[in-house]
């Protein structure tokens, strides 16, 4: 009841769905404009809100259309929401949080969840927790729509492609050319930062990423489906079907093959959906994962095997992740570790033994925000390769007192409305 009680005063006013809003829709002249230029600009049609009632100190929030590209380098457009927090501002410095939407619709995705506190963007909603607690610390944010105008949902390229171009609109928005970036995100979120990270040399050069922050992180897309087959969360794979086939053409027509085409939801609704199903055995014939097409696609966009695009000395890198996550497969998270590292990247793992991959989401968030602020001050010890156990990240050394009480008092209010 109070869930329903909650969402009474936003769905009075509801924002224009992305389907339905111009804004999404790209110039004429696109082919025309380089990667990251900004196409559009607004301020935020609706004030950010959350069903989880916590304070968004800010000052001012825009949304940026700005042009990017696809898997095969076709220009496309996609949206960045920029949020400016209120009182001092750190100069200089901005965060770009990619969420966990892990959905293959648009009506998903942050721009517009942002704005649409339903049951339907939950994920969204739980997510602008970090949010919150960035802008606290004085940090603008940059919340891309990851995923892109099609929703691809761990479609690696292209998420990393979008991700350095949003901020590419952004440090151009905010005339802060030489920012130092730090790129953070759980779950799909983190998935989309690492590959931003994969791609930073190559693709954006003239872009300062300090570092870059994963939490419970999809290293094997395969071993993620074994995983979560049959348990609470089963309609992730639906999800990331879905998503793959907004891209790979051959991937869509081959997966009618194994299974009737399934609806395109949010995270929760789907979970919610398929609920403790079989979905690989059930939803779709259980050789789905052995086609070759199916097998194709799925280890193209794995983060595991990519060590040709890993280059040596490249962006710092902090995992933070449970050891009894009970979604993604901690084993694939040390073999990730151990891959990059032998290619000169500066991995630290952070391993938890307290948590499963929700509850991990808040808890391993004070030391990602350490570990950011290490980077940006240059206070790295060492350089290398490490990866520590605690009973806790919340144990994790130079968490400042502010940073720990917000999350702490964060996760009470998060029980006491669940």
Known sequence: MLFVNLLIPFVLCSPIPPDQDDFYTPPPNITTTNLGDILKIRPIPTPIK??????????????????????????????????????????????????????????????????????????????????AGYLNQGYVVNLPDHEGPHSSFLVGLQAGYVVLDSIRAATTFLKHSRARVALVGYSGGGFA??????????????????????????????????????????????????????????????????????????????????????????????????????????????????????????????????????????????????EWCRRGVEVEIAEDWSYNHMVEAYTGIPAAITWIENQWNRTRSGGGCKHVTRLTNLNYPGISPVVKRYYNTTMQIISDIT
């Open 193 to 338: 930062s690492l590959w931003a990270s994969l791609l930073v040399r190559s693709y954006a050069p003239d872009l300062d990423v300090a570092g870059v922050v994963s939490g419970g992180t999809i290293a094997n897309i395969t071993a993620f489906i074994n995983r979560i087959n049959g348990g609470p969360y089963a309609g992730l794979i639906v999800n990331i079907l879905g998503g793959l086939c907004t891209v790979y053409a051959d991937f869509n027509a081959t997966l009618l093959k194994y299974g009737q085409r399934q609806e395109h939801t949010c995270l929760f609704p789907s979970a919610v959906r398929y609920f403790f199903q079989d979905v690989i055995g059930d939803v779709y014939h259980r050789d789905v994962l052995c086609d070759p097409t199916i097998v194709r696609c799925l280890v193209e966009n794995d983060l595991l095997g990519k060590t040709g695009w890993v280059v040596p000395g490249g962006v710092p890198v902090f995992l933070y992740h449970s050891r009894f996550n009970e979604m993604a497969p901690f084993g694939e998270v040390v073999k990730l570790e151990e």
């Open 50 to 131: 959350s069903i989880i009632p916590i304070p968004f100190p800010i000052s001012a929030t825009y949304q940026l259309l700005f042009r990017t590209q696809d898997i095969h380098g076709t220009p496309i457009a996609t949206v960045t929401t920029l949020i400016i927090p209120s009182g001092p501002v750190h100069p200089n410095r901005l965060i770009s949080h990619q969420s966990f939407e892990n959905s293959p619709l648009l009506r998903c995705a942050p721009s517009y969840a942002v704005q649409s506190p339903t049951f339907a963007t939950l994920q969204i909603q739980a997510d602008l927790v970090f949010v």
